[in-house]
């Protein structure tokens, strides 16, 4: 079939909140995201990552069935969902649920008000995906909120706060928050409130919630149903610049177009098509969408299963499974179940709602999830083209290994027919991913028995595994060996070799460890045997004894269940005015705007006329001199205006903040991949990046490349000065101790993975050179200075405006100066806007993140426990450029001594430099990585010494009041307080108690505990830069314009500056109005970092209020009964100046390096946590079952979010110590460059039971109030899952006889948890001929007990250590394997 030729292309209609689209020039290659955003200006649908991975962009897709009359409303990734996939449906997307024009939705209002958001970036997301649930089911249960939720990411809040959001519309109540006073779900113990203090654990009232009421929702776009129901189905065509769509409406038609048209893919969900296309570089000239064709969404019982169409979505087979196993006998719907179980957790429900059950077949993706237990089962895929129908086995299209000639180009996939199971058949599906949900998984696998009826002899064994080899892989020859063999222990050995040998895995690819995906093979299959013994068993308990009851528990899967929470903190006196909003929990002041899309970022501005967009053009090398730069084809490119290199700098293009430069865009020379060289400036973002990748650069590579820590101290490259602190004698302390350890910890770096990428707007003002610098940063001064110097201009020329940044966390100061000068070169070039946001990609490329961190440690100990003498050197890779670095070594020096007095102690601390992306603060600024090196000398010296770690804590810990290692006064009150709190809130005792009786009874499956305390110095060791400056201006009607230097970046500050102005005032935060942070209004503002932003701008703004209250005083004395309006009426017509600025000069804070010693901090914050975990030992996999954690805030100003914070950095430190690991190539080429992956915590991460409390009765001296600065603080704590992790390890360790002393690493990912639970299945794929002949089932078990002492089981212990041991280093990717010195 011809394409329509000249024809016109179809117009496409659609409704979006309400409103008819029609588009006459619909692109294919034109997605909702884009639509929404610049065409029609509804910019409350954000773009976080654009394939799929975060949910910032989830909208609601509404379609009508005319046959069933029923209308299906689902979530969606607008980022990559086709407009020309839209015909006939209607968009709902968050400013259709409401606003603050109109009406705020419970949804919206529930989200803000129970403080669900913080830099509000991630929030429209999270509306539309509880309004989408809500709007099928307006009760939810918990279960079916957090499933709705496992898409969505945000990188603030650590999910607590819009979890109770969401539980109040829950049908069941988990959680007390109804309760005022009191105890609340969590209060198991007794003793949790101190009768004596005044405590509460409302952070929100839920009276004032508006109720939920589906009658007032937006219906269906009646026209639709009309256009549905009699418009007859025709085929649509819409033609875009490169793409033609064709959407055919019968299979003929469908059948015809792919015999013309064999190369075009069909397109469903777009997530497999769109991703390949958007960012693998592929394309297609021709989409063909059969989406509408009846045949291809079926649903058909048959006499032997069930046929389902191939278009059908993943949640509509969800649902149809669920109701078929309902309904029919357990016996026949194993195949349904185990397709089922992989369904749960595959993608987000966003994914799940688009994408298609063919897509995910034909995808032959080697992490497809459904290919494994599809073609284990038998399922049958109904094929057809032109003429021509067939059936064959779902397992036939991976025969060849590759999977891409079974199916011929021009044949289409009709329907899958999955067949039920028989009597005596058995079907499972295992999959293990780096994040339980929304994650692709590292391994799967469907495996499928039939036994001889009666018997336990395999008439039909089918093995199939995923993400081993390119495409779904079949281990035919193993079945086939064990085909007629009984189902005992000889079988499953001799499966495992079997498996391994016939499964052949490529090399490490990608940073991926070979042994894991090896281990999980063999594990997955031991499962399966576990499985199909306890079946066999239930079916013939007299011949088939089952299982062992300990054995039980590797049969289940961790499941996300609705966490329960409390949260507890000190009520504000009774005596406190009413109107006094200081100490109490108040919303955040954006978030309803947040909650309504309303909140303006900067990707959301509205376009200047003539605005260029520009996309970045970075190195594809770690080190090389540039030979050549070719832009000759992207000139050329559609829209192009021009291309940016280092001539167009008109000034600085390197700036000297230390010996070695940070520079704008390479000139001569580049020091890393994604370095910027040059950018393109186009009319569009698309254009801009068309052009960007036809630059040609030709490079000659230059010697040294250095990417580790290992390879920069061979090369003795660092940045200057490495930095040493002292104290005590500690060469004579060693001579003395009872014993002495020596380690070493490999800590991985960190993304920021704010959940708005780097953003800038440059206008040029047209006169004096003055340009407005519209910037996502947390340093409007130093972005001003740059691109001041940049350009050769005065600052006052420069202006900057930040209203809002969607995250930070430290990664946009120095890294977003370098972008902002990028763009404004640009703007001063062609004399246009010039705008900027970066891809997630680029940003993940282009910008650093946490420095990676070496520590190698000797402490010596006496058996007693008590440490007297430390030395210890940290390597942290700084990557290419200065920027903090030595910072950040200085500072983990200054904090390694965590909660502990350590007599003698030494350290150093080396900033590498290396060919990586420049690393740079990030929150804890070093902290994080040099606190878990010395918690984990702490947990070594248990091991050694026999006592309990928390005994060991307590020990060594800061008693009285005492000095630093630095010569700081300290006193510790506080934090013994925390701890004693911690464990008694925790109840650690009788819990350490019952987890030791749970790994008793669980072989499988094993618990730990850790209990961590906390000294976080405040302070920022520079006087100078802690000063800070505010500017309040009151109106003849009385309203107040505040502002100050402090950023918004979801920490709250402009709320607790507006309860600070409105106690100062003593009028109603309604009358006080925060609009921006600019380098206009307040000149030299210092960085909103270090948890200093409330702390010094609170002081300013109180000054700067006492001055006008001052000013005014004489007014209200003559007037005492008049009102605030009367007296600022009256204070303008006696001329009193109603505008003042209050200024803070900062801490006196200083260090001496020299001496070694100072008072670089002010005070301290203290704090500790106590977390429980359960880790899965056959995949690695682990629970977060609960945290308690106590803070010590000082005063809080605001608990709701000091709160927010500690949870919402908790999580954050989950991430780096648990989950969230780079990866690179050996030349220096980041792999993990999104959230497919590198994965941040998500729903399914936080722990179920939460528990936090700010310690009462705290002052603080120092800051605003008596507050404390909380900022960062929280973060740390998340270290103590890694050491329950640990003490789970160590309980497998125990049971089995392996090696006491064992090193890990962070993260402390699956696959090295499982590493270090070594067994027989980790010791088979490291001798998988050898090793194994003598193992069953029983020494599968035994192997722990460390009862046969022949050589071969000493070899297998220490093979299986040393794997332990290289598995942890392996898991850290290729550069943290590289990285130990
Ligand atoms: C963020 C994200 C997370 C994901 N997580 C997981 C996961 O955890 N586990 C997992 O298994 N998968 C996962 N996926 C993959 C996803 O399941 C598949 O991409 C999806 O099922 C493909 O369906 P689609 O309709 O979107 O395919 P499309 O992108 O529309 O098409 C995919 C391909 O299939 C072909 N095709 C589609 N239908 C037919 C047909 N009827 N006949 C012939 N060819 C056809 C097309 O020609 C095309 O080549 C994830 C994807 C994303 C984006
Ligand atoms: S922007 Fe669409 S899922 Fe991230
Ligand atoms: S509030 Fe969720 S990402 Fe910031």
Partial sequence: MPLRGAAAPDQLVFYVNGRKIIEKNADPEQMLLSYLRKRLRLTGTKYGCGEGGCGACTVMISTYDPASKKIRHYSANACLLPICSLYGAAVTTVEGVGSTKTRIHPVQERLAKCHGSQCGFCTPGMVMSIYTLLRNHPEPTSEQMVAALAGNLCRCTGYRPILDACKTFCKESICCQRKANGKCCLDQEDDLFDNEEKVSTSLFSTDEFQPLDPTQELIFPPELMRMAENQPKRTLFFLGERVTWISPVSLDELLDLKATYPKAPLVVGNTSVGPDMKFRGVFHPVLIAPARIPDLNVLKYTNDGLTLGAACSLSVVRDILSNAIAEFPEEKTRVFCAVLQQLRTLGGEQIRNVASFGGNIISRKSTSDLNPVLAASNCMLNLASRGQQRQIPAGDIFADGVGNNTIAPEEILVSIHIPYSRKGEYVSAFRQAPRRENALPVTNAGMRVLFEEGTDIIKDLSIFYGGAVSTTVCAKQTCWTLTGRHWNEQMLDEACRLVLKEIALPGSNGGENVDYKKTLMVSFFYRFFLEVSQSLKTMDPCHYPGIPVEYGSGLQDFKTRMPRSIQIYQDVEPSQSPQDPVGRPIMHQSGIKHATGEAVYIDDLPSVDGELFLAAVTSSRAHAKIVSIDTSEALKGAGVFDVITAHDVPAANEFYFSDDPEIIFARNEVICVGQIVCAVVADSDVHAKQAAAKVKIEYEILEPVILTIEEAIKHNSFFEPTRKLEQGNVDEAFETVDDIIEGEICIGG?????????????????????????????????IQEMVAASLGVPANRIMCHVKRVGGAFGGKILRTGLLASVAAVAANKTSRAVRLILSREDDMVITGGRHPFIAKYKVGFMNDGRITAVDAKYYINGGCTPDDSVLVAEVSLLKMDNAYKIPNLRCWA??????????????????????????????????KTGLAPEKIREINMYKKNEQTHFKQKLDPQNLIRCWNECMEKSAYYSRRTAINEFNKQNYWKKRGIAIVPMKFPFGLATPYLSQAAALVHIYTDGSVLLTHGGIEMGQGIHTKMIQVASRELNIPMSCIHFCETSTTTVPNACASVGSAGTDVNGMAVKDACQTLLKRLQPIIKKNPTGTWNEWIKEAFEQSVNLSATGYFRGYNEYMDWEKGEGHPFTYFIFGAACSEVEINCLTGDHKNLRTD?????????????????????????????????????????????????????????????????????SQNPYAIYASKGIGEAGFFLGCSVFFALRDAVTGVRNERGLKKTFALNSPLTAEQIRANCADAFTEVVLCPTDCMLALSLP????????????????????????MANNGAASSLGQICVNDKP
Wanted: charge should be negative; hydrophobic fraction near 35%; aromatic fraction near 10%.
């Fill in 1339 to 1362: 020494c599968y078990a035994q192997y722990s007990l460390g009862e046969n002492n022949s050589e071969l089981t000493q070899r297998r212990r220490r093979t299986t250590n040393e």
């Fill in 1189 to 1257: 954690i106590v803070m010590d805030v000082g005063c809080s100003i605001n608990p709701a979010v000091d709160i927010g914070q500690i949870e919402g950095a908790f999580v954050q430190g989950i991430g780096l110590y648990t989950m969230e690991e780079l990866k690179f190539s050996s030349e220096g080429v980041l792999y993990t460059r999104g959230p497919d992956q590198y994965k941040i915590p998500a729903v399914c991460d936080i722990p179920e039971q939460f528990s936090v409390s700010l310690l009462s009765s």
């Fill in 910 to 943: 080396y900033a590498c430099k290396t060919n990586l992306p420049s690393n740079t603060a990030f929150r804890g600024f070093g902290f994080p990585q040099s606190g878990l090196v010395t918690e984990t000398w702490i947990t070594d010296v248990a091991d």
């Fill in 750 to 782: 960190q993304k920021h993975f704010y959940m708005e990428t780097q953003s800038m707007l440059a206008v040029p003002k047209g006169e004096d050179k003055e340009m407005d610098l519209y910037v996502s940063t947390q340093h409007p001064a130093f």
